[in-house]
């Protein structure tokens, strides 16, 4: 059971951006630490000095605070905490836990060939262990360098795996194992121990190609004196083609998908379903949801299957979820980018903007399509589309009727709405005989309205379009109609 506080951290390496696998055990930690008023807590793997990056730190900074995952204590840098790492080695040496292996690369490896010529599988023989006490510190006054091993036990090693049950390692299938180096440098098995008893992690929940770490750094907390914490190791990430998730699947660093226009909320969502069932058919939740929700019984073992599609579609759902102030607040920067405008004029625009991306929002699965869906309602000049073109103003004779007629319909209007612009073209409709087939007189105003042949509804277009720009628009379309040559078939 775990203890009524539980501190849970997120461990990553910063050898690269934060994947997507890191980011759902981070999302499992964080959930477990907010569901059960624990501390969810970052410490950088930064002991593989030549792999890691002070950028790649960064890089997965920027996607935990980007998904809002916000940890309780200031980040730990596991390579601050050498003096403990080695003081633990100490402590296994003088508790005889562990002891000082002499034996030099080139001996391991050559003993190594040898056994595999011989058909025979490698372990460390534990000569070193054998030494006497007087000839260990012949060799360590003479200066010869050594590691430190640890002695494992006899026995086995198990433990109830918050995912996976009770799962067993027979300690005779594991060698002793080196935890300092000759350079007095600790290997990661050590790093990670020493740094879970000193942060007083109480659930270490990380991904499933841990499961074989774990037997030796149990045995590691029991040398050191520390108690157990509780273990729960997450399923892996698989691609449609149930092969592990890489970059052949396509994007797999997350703030990829913060530049394509993926909501936090959406992402952490998809996330969460990637190895977690809520239950009861629920895949659509908030962040206080997910909270509410969380279980580690609902964890699960097999391979959760990452579906670009279904991120998609989340993300559609979670555009319909959030307020017109937080669209705005994540569309602003591609908006800008896009060319149109500054953040100042945008915002000087609010409402506007607001009614815009609400009525955009429901059209589109990701701000990139919003942001493109937005073109002809920001920008001056809009570009005719020509397969549009093409199609929809087939008949020129009967699209110059519509445009003109829409202008001479549309001009006396006192009011600019929804009400009074649809009943204007209804009666556009009866004059030209198009009741019964309204698409015939949208299409060809759609494509002279916005350039292009879907939108949303031709009334909200004209309203969000306002009278002067949609009358520019009909002019500009009927004058276009006149220049160009008829399209053959
Ligand atoms: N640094 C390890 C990794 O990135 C995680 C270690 C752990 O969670 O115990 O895979």
Redesign the pocket.
Known sequence: MAPSVPRLRF???PTGYLHVGGARTALFNWLYARKFGGQFLLRV?DTDKARSTEESTRAIFEGLQWLGLEWDEPVVHQGANLERHRADAQRMLANGTAYRCFCTQEELAQRRAAAEAAGAAFKYDRRCDRLDRVEVERRVAAGMPFTVRFRVPEGSTSWDDLVHGTIAFLNKDIEDFIVLRTDGTPIYNLA?VSDDIAMAITV?M??DD?ISNTPKQIQLYRALGAELPVFAHLPMIHGMDGKKLSKRHGATAVGDYQHLGILPSAMMNFLALLGWAPGNDIEVMSREQMIELFDPSGLQKRAAIFDLKKLEWMNGQHLALISPDELLQRALPALVAAGYGSAEEIMARREWVFSLLELLKVRSRTIDEIVWQAAPYFNEQIELDAEAVRKQWKDRALTEAILRGALEVLSPLTEWNLTSTEAALNQLAARLDLVEKPGKLYQPLRVALTGRAVSPGIFEVLVVLGRKRAQQRLEAALLRLRQDEPTPD
């Open positions: 461990a990553p390496s793997e990670v270490v990380r991904g841990h």
